[in-house]
Every structure is written in structure tokens, then in C-alpha cells.
């Protein structure tokens, strides 16, 4: 266990690697950084937690340590009342200098920049966070965890860069944050549940997102998740639920409201036959994550490819789905000639309040009472 002041003096003794030399200068082997020779006191009382100017990761592979390449840069682990705040940037130097995105070819995968594990009471706020070369910031095994106006930043063509990753977290809060990235601006894992995201930007980037879960026929529980005041633009989606075929667990309890797209294609989806598989096909599976109780409340905007898209399970559909004050328009851009598709409801079970429009928006399924009988019994628990 860390205490506040000795927990941030991890911020320096963390294998803080020298950054590259400019070009053209020789070259200086990496170094290790102790904070107490740059005006930390770790006494109990001086502030230590401060992040001011730039911490530069490691611009490729070669001047990581060897011989085993770490999946985070900074971890912090086992922390309890943790605070990290200041002007600074930590940037990961996953870009050129020309703005285009490195993909780096890791054995076991890209490190991630930031990363938490089973810390509690943990805050992050006011810095800045750019170019991870995977997610920027991930919680794991944590709670009561908040993210306040930090700002995220990477080209959208930066490949797997998720902005804030949560995984097996709970009570966590963000607001009043700038996310832009090359993938889901906000991921919500298995094992997360009351989860508060307020006053957010996603641009660009994959929207806000619950899943992939079940991979694997794995268990996958999601509850409580309350989104508001989100604005996405120049997205791939917007809103999105993604399970993978035989999969178990539930998600239940998921609140979007006062959402504002602009030139996303999808901005409201579940897809419970998700597969990333680089262009292999998935099984078909009999199994899935039940979804139930979602709800979308003033979500309003323009799209470019599809308004809508609920593709649910045969076997277990989903249930509870409520469209309150939906108003979703194609993008300007697109009136004139882009191909759009027309909003899909598939075994997707609730209603539709208010203004609805396009009018496919509401292809919900009425059912006797609020959720259709699942087709095959439970199995599992949450």
C-alpha cells in the first residue's frame, strides 16, 4: 500500500527513460530519473504529485528494456489514494513528425501508456495525454477511480489507441474531458459497473463503448453506466454495445442521454455478433451476453452511413430498449450522394417515445411487459 506523497514519487523512479537526443545530436544512453533531485521532499506534508512539462516514452522498441518489452510504460500498482495532476504531458511518441501514425510489430502486443492495477481512490486530472502506441490510459482491478479535464490525443488512424479503457473497475467518474484517438474514446470492459461519464468530447474516434464481451465463451457482466452531455464527431460510431457470440453475463442498466453526433456513421449501435478477427469469420454461436434495460435520451445529430443498428441475439434478444427523443439526419455531406442505410431492428425488444425520426429509428419490438422471455434459461451469474 502507497501512501499519497511516497506513491507519487512513482511518477520519477518509474524506469522515467531519457528521451531521445534531436536529430542530428549523439546520441545518450536511457536513464533513470529520481524525483527527489528535482525538488520532491516525500516528508508527508510537500505536494510531490505535480506533472509539469513533458515525459517522453521511448520512441520505438529498441530503446525499450530487454529482454522482456513491458505492456505499460508507466503501471502503477497497489496504490490507495493516489493524485496525479498538473500542466504536463506524457506523450507516448507513437507518431512522426509528420502526424502519421507508427504501427509497431510487438510480440504479446503494444504497450499500453498509463496504466492502473487494484488501485483505489485514485485521480487523474488537468494533464494532458498524447500519442499512446495502444490505450492511453487504463484502469484494471480498480475502484472509485475519477478523470477530470484531461485532454487524450492521437490521429484517428492510430490503430487499437483506446482513450480510457476501464476493465474489472468500479465507481468511477469522468467529466469535463477531450478524447481523441483511433479507437473507442471511452472502453468499458467485463467487470465494470457504476460507471458516471459527464461533459465529454470524442473526436475522433469509436465513441463511447461497452465491449467486446464474451470473448472466448467467457463470462462478461456491465451494469450501471450512466452517459451524459457527450458530444462525438467524426466518428465511426457514437454510442455502441458489442458482444461476442457465446459468450454469458449480462449488461443491464445503461443510460445515454443529451448525446450530440456530428458525421458519425453509426451513432447508435448493439451488435451482438461482433467478431474482430482481422477478416476470419466467427463461429455461430448459440450462447450470448443477455442485454437488457438501455436506454437513449435526446440523442441527437447526423450520421453518414446508418442512424441505427440493434442486431440482437436469436437466442437471447435484447429486452428493454427504450428510444426517447431520438433525431438522427444524414450528414450534409452525404444528402447529395453518399449511400445510407436504413435503421435495423433485429430481435430488439422496447419502445419509442417523443420524436422519433428517421422514422426506422423506431423498429423497436413491442413485447408483453418489459422483456421477452429469453429463449434458452440462464446460466450463469453476475
Known amino acids: 500500500m502507497c501512501s499519497f506523497v511516497s506513491a507519487a514519487l512513482l511518477i520519477g523512479v518509474l524506469q522515467c527513460l531519457a528521451s531521445p537526443s534531436p536529430a542530428g545530436a549523439a546520441k545518450t544512453p536511457g536513464r533513470t530519473f529520481n524525483v527527489l533531485s528535482f525538488g520532491a521532499a516525500a516528508d508527508g506534508v510537500t505536494d510531490d504529485s505535480e506533472i509539469d512539462g513533458t515525459i517522453l516514452a521511448p520512441p520505438d522498441m529498441g530503446s525499450w528494456p530487454k529482454p522482456r518489452r513491458p505492456l505499460q510504460w508507466l503501471n502503477f500498482k497497489?496504490?490507495?489514494g493516489f493524485n496525479i495532476h498538473g500542466a504536463g504531458t506524457v506523450d507516448g511518441q507513437s507518431i512522426t513528425s509528420q502526424g502519421s501514425s507508427i504501427h509497431w510489430y510487438v510480440p504479446g502486443g503494444k504497450p499500453t501508456l498509463i496504466r492502473f492495477y487494484s488501485s483505489f481512490n485514485v485521480t487523474v486530472r488537468n494533464i494532458r495525454i498524447t500519442n499512446s502506441p495502444q490505450c492511453h490510459l487504463k484502469f484494471d482491478s480498480s475502484g472509485s477511480i475519477k478523470v477530470k479535464d484531461i485532454t487524450i490525443s492521437s490521429p484517428g488512424d492510430s490503430l487499437n489507441t483506446d482513450g480510457i479503457h476501464l476493465q474489472n473497475t468500479r465507481d468511477v467518474e469522468?467529466?469535463?474531458?477531450?478524447?481523441?484517438?483511433?479507437?473507442?474514446?471511452?472502453?468499458?470492459?467485463?467487470?465494470?459497473?457504476?460507471i458516471r461519464m459527464k461533459n465529454i468530447i470524442c473526436n475522433p474516434g469509436h465513441g463511447i463503448s461497452i465491449g467486446g464481451l464474451g470473448k472466448d465463451n467467457s463470462l462478461a457482466c456491465v451494469s450501471d453506466v450512466v452517459a451524459e452531455s457527450i458530444s462525438v464527431q467524426n466518428a465511426l460510431y457514437g454510442l455502441r454495445i458489442k458482444t461476442w457470440q457465446g459468450g454469458v453475463g449480462s449488461v443491464r442498466n445503461i443510460t445515454f442521454s443529451n448525446v450530440k453526433v456530428a458525421n458519425v456513421a453509426t451513432p447508435i449501435a448493439i451488435d451482438q455478433f461482433y467478431c474482430d478477427r482481422g477478416g476470419a469469420r466467427c463461429a455461430n454461436r448459440t450462447d450470448a451476453v443477455a442485454i437488457t434495460g438501455v436506454t437513449y435520451r435526446r440523442v441527437v445529430g447526423t450520421y453518414w452511413f446508418q442512424p441505427l443498428r440493434l442486431?440482437?441475439?436469436?437466442?437471447?434478444?435484447?429486452?428493454?430498449?427504450?428510444?426517447?427523443d431520438v433525431r438522427l439526419s444524414p450528414a450534409p455531406a452525404r444528402e447529395s450522394g453518399g449511400a445510407v442505410r436504413e435503421a435495423l431492428c433485429w430481435n430488439s425488444y422496447g419502445e419509442a417515445q417523443g420524436t422519433v425520426e428517421p422514422f426506422g429509428v423506431g423498429?423497436?419490438?413491442?413485447?408483453?411487459?418489459?422483456?421477452?422471455?429469453l429463449t434458452q434459461?440462464?446460466?450463469?451469474?453476475c
Open 78 to 80: 497497489w496504490l490507495r
Open 311 to 324: 442486431a440482437c441475439s436469436d437466442a437471447r434478444p435484447c429486452t428493454g430498449v427504450s428510444m426517447v
Open 363 to 373: 423498429c423497436l419490438q413491442r413485447s408483453n411487459g418489459y422483456a421477452m422471455p
Open 174 to 194: 469522468i467529466r469535463s474531458s477531450s478524447i481523441g484517438c483511433g479507437d473507442d474514446c471511452v472502453s468499458i470492459q467485463t467487470g465494470c459497473s457504476n
Open 377 to 381: 434459461p440462464f446460466n450463469y451469474t
